[in-house]
């Protein structure tokens, strides 16, 4: 099975400007889950989706959203970007409902606001 | 609220040196625990995990780690390392009955160096 994809690995935006990051998940995954990882903060939860239903939010401003596609594809997006919100952003795929949090890690893509 | 400390933010080791990578957690509930491994430029990988049972969970490429519920701990180990095992090593937790809604609480990691 081909592992959790993300696109693209590298962005550079300009503070102010949005910017959509996508992930692909493991084939039959349906929970899609958002990281991002800088290193002041380290590793931090942003959202979770199963099944296009937003399950569960971390501590971030509404900047911050996402979203997930019938196919179990998901998007973040944040709007009026902040020179704090470079970072390494990283999705994670899990196969349903009632698994016990084994996640799965993609790549990362790698965002840097100037 | 679940929080993770890594003792050691770095750990030099000489090759076919043992390790030990500490991991202690805080939480009043009970937790599931989990040990992921990232390398330069990549994503994170699980390297082992505990939900329950036996405190001496054995993970992959050698390692392996002890729960300890008394000292809520959680601590990494291999017997002997090699160069390719340098990179930086996570601790997560998640709370039982809310780990199915995604929420990992990460450490803030530990770099293993390993020297020839």
């Known amino acids: 099975k081909a592992g959790v994809t993300q696109t693209p690995r590298y962005l550079i935006k300009t503070r102010g400007q949005q910017v959509t990051l996508s992930c692909s998940p493991i084939?039959?995954?349906?929970?899609v889950s958002w990281y991002q990882q800088t290193p002041g903060q380290g590793l931090q939860f942003l959202f979770e989706?199963?099944?296009?239903?937003?399950?569960n939010k971390g501590n971030f401003p509404g900047r911050f959203s996402g979203r997930q596609f019938s196919n179990s594809r998901s998007e973040m997006n944040v709007s009026t970007l902040e020179l704090g919100d470079s970072a390494l952003y990283l999705c994670?795929?899990?196969?349903?409902?009632?698994?016990?949090?084994?996640?799965?890690f993609g790549p990362g893509t790698r965002l840097t606001v100037t | 609220a679940q929080s993770v400390t890594q003792l050691d933010s770095q750990v030099p080791v000489f090759e076919e040196a043992p390790v030990e990578l500490r991991c202690n957690y805080s939480?009043?509930?009970?937790?599931?625990l989990f040990w992921y491994v990232q390398y330069p430029n990549q994503g994170l990988q699980l390297l082992l995990k505990?939900?329950?049972?036996?405190?001496l969970v054995k993970g992959i490429n050698g390692f392996e780690a002890e729960f300890n519920k008394s000292q809520t701990s959680f601590h990494l180990r291999k017997p002997s390392v090699h160069i390719s095992d340098t990179a930086e090593y996570f601790c997560?937790?998640?709370?039982?009955?809310?780990?199915?809604?995604?929420?990992?609480?990460f450490g803030q990691g530990t770099t293993l160096q390993v020297k020839p």
């Open positions: 084939s039959g995954h349906r929970s």
């Open positions: 505990y939900l329950s049972g036996s405190t």
């Open positions: 994670a795929s899990r196969p349903g409902a009632a698994d016990p949090g084994e996640q799965y």
């Open positions: 997560a937790v998640c709370r039982t009955g809310y780990c199915n809604t995604g929420k990992l609480i």
């Open positions: 939480s009043s509930v009970s937790v599931y």
């Open positions: 989706y199963f099944s296009e239903t937003q399950r």
